[in-house]
């Protein structure tokens, strides 16, 4: 017994030091200055230089991406989880014509490669009176959001045995507080994990948000583009500017880790 | 989703709202696609319909051809890799304590990096001289070059999605762990059951709707694979790495033809569709003849 636990954190650490090292990798790229990440080798920063994240968090084009970012992501997130609960209930509780089809035909959203698609959407948001606001984004955003977060919920309500929901209304819970004060918690796992990828995926999607915005709600990953012209690459800068991009999602996944970790053997059955 | 269900048709009035956000983003696109795809687009206002002479032109594409066994090469070793390693790595991440919640957001970060940053950090960890991983390879005595050899850009693509994607494998099946109730443990402890058989009859088969999503999205989502590569390698050595969407980008953007780029877009589409719906039932099959088997056995 104790052998093979050994073994499994012997796996675990050596998995941490290969996901480690590359972002370790960044975060010295972020703490050198251009000359010195292209000219030598170092494991270190040798002059520790803050100059790139200055650059990040005085010029407003760059730390108002990161603003517009959270807005659309946490706007998407709220809404692909309020409309896709119910809906993957519906999906693992019941049986209605066109179930099956519906299910797989949510998921084929996802499937559809971005680079043609793009100027039908812009035409789309145009035509609107949308175009370079939060809610566009976000709504663009739901496109694939919603289908994950779909999928995902009812993979975790499947699981959960149907007597629990007859059980509750023997006792004569209403549909609502059955859902909200049971089953949701039943399934925190997997709104922990379905409301993190919701935040990621949302969060790092370049082509649609670039596409959809300009000036006032132009996300942080477009303006991460800019590195590239001009003088060449500015290599710090837009390490810096990924390590900064960590940070959002880290806090979010250290909310949801409870919901994760703990999940139904901890709950109330 | 089993068999046995009751009959609800109001259960529409559930799914509705989720029909409507999708749709809204959905269809009107999907159709324009489908207009450009029959069309000779000369300038705005000169369109010519050419009926399927997109479509046929598209399929009789040689470099089409060879970028598409590219890709279904690349997406199963991504597959073949990621699943099983995100199954070990969500077994031994520890389940509770402080631990867990260090290991969750260390394993999380490289969901989180924009994948423009990704490539461009791995551009630079893979180089000889100023990268901590191509100098390591090259003090080791490799000649290593993911500019220069075909074989290693390939695997340094494949190296840095094992090193983004698994995670959401990882988190998926840790999430779908902590979900089975410790009835199950408790009852295998009961019987005796080896580690291995506890794995294979109590946790596998419970993992079994977060595995589906999660070769279904890796699947989908590898098969999709542009800006990582395109940052990194460019598609080359040569077209070693170039991918279909990295050649469907280049006919859109690149060489502004709007009719073929659809046509290709929608061919692309049919494809991932086919082979995920193919997954998808044999997924399907699989765990229902596993649950019979459970039953009967």
Redesign the interface.
Known sequence: MAK?FEK??I??AL??V?????????VN?SLRTNEE?????S?WPRAITFEHYLTIFTDASWYSGYINSMIYVVINTV?SL???L??A?????????G??H???W????????????L???F??YTTLGLMDTHIAVA??H??FN???A???L???M??IPREIDETAYIDGYSFPRFFLTIFIPL?K??V??AA??CF?FS??E?LMARTLTSVDAKP??AT??RTVSASG?D?GV??A??VL??V???IV??FV?NY??????MGR? | MSAIKPVNQKAWFLILPVILCVAFSAILPLMTVVNYSVQDIISPERRVFVGTEWFKAVMRDDDLQGALLRQIAFSLAVLVVQIPLGIALALSMPARGWQSSAVLVTVAISLLIPWNVVGTIWQIYGRTDIGLLGATLAALGFEYSYTGNATHAWLTVLVMDVWHWTPLVALLCYAGLRAIPDAYYQAARIDGASKFAVFRYIQLPKLRGVLMIAVLLRFMDSFMIYTEPFVLTGGGPGNATTFLSQYLTQKAVGQFDLGPAAAFSLIYFLIILLLCFILYNWMQRVGTADRSEAEHG
């Open positions: 093979r499994r954190s796996f675990l998995y941490l290969f996901a480690i090292l590359p972002v370790y990798w960044m790229m990440i292209l000219s030598a080798f494991l809404i309020l409309v896709a119910p809906a209930y519906a999906f693992s509780r019941y049986s209605f014509l179930d099956k519906v299910f797989f949510l998921l084929t959203n996802r499937m559809t490669p971005p680079a043609v698609f100027l039908p959407f035409q789309l709504m663009a739901l496109l919603v289908p994950l779909v999928w995902i009812e993979g975790f499947s699981g399934i796992a997997g922990g994990v993190f990828f990621m969060w790092v370049l942080i990953v991460m583009t690459m290599w837009l390490a500017a990924g991009t960590i959002p999602g880290a996944i250290w880790r994760i970790a703990k999940g139904f053997a059955v």
